[in-house]
């Protein structure tokens, strides 16, 4: 097991730049910090720290080191605040899970009701389908938003419900939405630069079928995991992209961007996965109240 206090003082010592510095800030003698800098070395296997002018330097490993030793402290700071709100019953926290690909417009839409909820401590965390799936079953995450619906497997004890069926829309720059209008849309896009979701996404694998249908080839200059990432890099002028109207409403936090066309034949899906122990939870079930109604 690793020896948090070692850990400790090794990331004062870092934080301080130097040994001395960090016995001044300790209230210890320099030999015992540097001592327990050493067996945390030991301990690791590794030189964390190497001389450098009157103080020391990280090396590589050391690097490594004080990263997970920074996440770690800054969580052990604000544990007394968290355990004081809990204890008092104000603290409100949600654990979401958003699958990739998914649209962060429309998972803002969707958490939009929450998001005034007083001593709020919403936590988000994006990742691969099966791997949040995994946390959910593990009580990690409150909720999963994702493109798709939870698998039928009686060992996950997962349920899902589609929040999100919504019909698509295409924005872009100002230029660029000017200069297609001539041609009318869809035919608008055939040729015009634009972005879109990667090939995992599900969202993608329709709008691939729907270009076929419509005979045009747009001009594709950008692919990404990220929605929110595809809306900033579209509002800086690289192309248009399709985002689906329940997501639409945060347009408006994008400068620069107009509405190019609407794509009623496409549609995107957001289905919210919880466990037995999420569908008690009541900030998820304020969530599914605010979408069925």
Request: charged share 20%; net charge neutral.
């Amino acid at each position: 097991m690793l020896n948090f206090r070692h850990l400790y003082y090794f990331w004062v010592v870092t934080k301080e730049g130097g040994f001395a510095r960090a016995a001044e800030r300790l209230d210890m003698a320099v030999q015992t910090i540097s001592a327990q800098v050493r067996e945390l070395e030991k301990a690791l296997g590794h030189q964390l720290l190497k001389p450098s002018g009157r103080g020391v330097a990280l090396t590589e490993a050391g690097q490594a080191a004080f990263a997970r030793a920074e996440e770690a402290f800054q969580i052990a700071q604000a544990i007394p605040e968290e355990v004081r709100e809990a204890a008092n019953g104000k603290l409100a926290r949600l654990a979401v899970g958003f699958s990739d690909g998914i649209s962060k417009l429309a998972a803002h839409a969707l958490l939009e009701p929450i998001l005034a909820t007083p001593s709020l401590r919403l936590l988000c965390h994006e990742g691969e389908f099966e791997q949040l799936l995994a946390e959910l079953a593990l009580h990690q995450l409150d909720v999963v938003l994702a493109g798709q619906a939870a698998p039928n497997n009686p060992n996950l004890r997962l349920s899902s419900e589609r929040v999100v069926q919504s019909p698509i829309e295409w924005y872009g720059p100002t230029a660029i939405v000017r200069t297609a209008a001539v041609a009318g849309f869809p035919q608008s896009l055939d040729g015009l630069p634009v972005l879109l979701p990667t090939g995992h996404s599900a969202l993608r694998f329709r709008l691939d079928r729907w270009f076929e249908a419509q005979g045009v080839r747009p001009r594709i200059v950008g692919e990404f995991e990220d929605s929110a990432m595809l809306a900033v890099f579209a509002a800086r002028g690289l192309g248009a992209f399709p985002v689906s109207r329940f997501g639409a409403s945060g347009m408006a936090m994008m400068r620069g961007l107009r509405l190019l066309g609407r794509c009623e034949d496409v549609s995107d899906e957001v289905h919210a996965i919880w466990s037995r122990r999420g569908q008690h939870h009541p900030l998820v079930t304020q969530m599914l109240a605010a979408v069925r109604t």
